[in-house]
């Protein structure tokens, strides 16, 4: 079992629609999760960045921690075009020196 | 705040000559470097960690003789990938952490390699 998993999609949806994206992980020692968008041939974005369980608001991006599911999500409401992009879900277990564990990435279109 | 940059932003090189990628951290102090590798519509890879002063971490299945990463400052890094082959083309990526700011990574833009 992978230690972060997450469904490559690609995801489609019409412009406007409420996007949820999600990830599942393995090692309970994760306390830091954060959402990275990539558009093509571009370096990762943080978009979130959130600690142990609850949800956090900015904008239209809402992330959400479920520690004892094991389970992040990022909600994007009214998405747009220019939301298309590759989003990578990301986490640790927060020492200084930890390495941060990526997700393979879930690919969305928002079509016109 | 907190921007990574890369130079050069794509190059190409012929086999069998060395390559050096730039990673700055502009407006933090970079504690600790991570270089990525990805090709195309897959994820990142992580090559190797390298914290300020020390010696890199390389990932199990990097060659460390194969890419040369130095940390010399809290807010440089390279990458040197040594006689390069086709195969090394890729997108290379690098990171920054301030350890005093928690875990958030900050990328830098990518450099694309082709070996020719």
């Known amino acids: 079992q992978k230690e972060v998993e997450q469904d490559p999609g690609p995801l489609s949806v019409p412009e406007g629609a409420i996007v949820s994206l999600n990830c599942t992980y393995s090692?309970?020692?994760?306390?830091?999760f954060m959402w990275y968008r990539q558009y093509s041939r571009k370096g990762p974005e943080l978009l979130m960045y959130t600690y142990s369980s609850g949800n956090k608001e900015d904008g239209r991006f809402t992330a959400q921690v479920d520690k004892s599911s094991k389970y992040i999500s990022l909600f994007i409401r009214d998405s747009q075009p220019s939301d298309s992009a590759t989003y990578l879900c990301a986490m640790s277990a927060g020492t200084s020196y930890d390495k941060v564990i990526f997700g393979p990435g879930t690919s969305l279109s928002v079509i016109p | 705040g907190a921007v990574v940059s890369q130079h050069p932003s794509w190059v190409i090189c012929k086999s069998g000559t060395s390559v050096k990628i730039e990673c700055r951290s502009l407006?933090?102090?970079?504690?600790?470097m991570f270089w990525y590798r990805q090709f195309p519509k897959q994820s990142l890879m992580l090559m190797a960690t390298s914290n300020e002063g020390s010696k890199a971490t390389y990932e199990q299945g990097v060659e460390k003789d194969k890419f040369l990463i130095n940390h010399a400052s809290l807010t440089l890094s390279t990458l040197t990938v040594t006689s390069a082959h086709p195969e090394d083309s890729s997108f290379y990526i690098c990171s920054a952490r301030d350890h005093n700011k928690g875990s958030e990574q900050y990328f830098g833009p990518g450099t694309r390699l082709t070996v020719t």
């Open positions: 090692n309970s020692a994760f306390q830091y």
């Open positions: 407006d933090f102090q970079a504690t600790t």
